[in-house]
């Protein structure tokens, strides 16, 4: 399963697969606890996450640390992963994150 976090953006979309890398076929969701009771479940082979979520939702640098510690813990499986927020700020924040738990994933 490819995962999409985002509270406005469809990746189905057309605009959005062209203008944000979405492909269409990804599981939507539209806050952080929704995304990471979804990660929780396994079976998601990918993830990309926006930042600013909206009020009462979160942020994606909640599942994007939520990432770095399961993968930190070795009980997450490596998973892809992009980010695709106009917030350059928290783009750069969840980016860090998710490399991180690219090195703990190499490491395992």
Do not use: C
Not at 12 to 34: C, H, L, M, N, Y
Not at 95 to 108: F, I, K, M, Q, S
């Amino acid at each position: 399963m490819k995962l999409w976090l985002d509270d406005e953006r469809d990746p189905r979309d057309p605009f959005i697969q062209s203008e944000f890398g979405a492909e269409g076929d990804e599981t939507w969701v539209k806050t952080a606890q929704q995304a990471i009771s979804v990660l929780s479940q396994g079976n998601v082979e990918s993830v990309s996450l926006d930042h600013d979520l909206g009020p009462g939702a979160g942020t994606g640098q909640e599942v994007a640390n939520w990432i770095e510690e399961q993968a930190f813990h070795g009980t997450l499986p490596r998973l892809a992963w992009a980010v695709h927020s106009m917030n350059t700020v928290g783009a750069k924040s969840m980016t860090r994150a998710l490399v991180n738990a690219d090195r703990y994933w190499d490491e395992g």
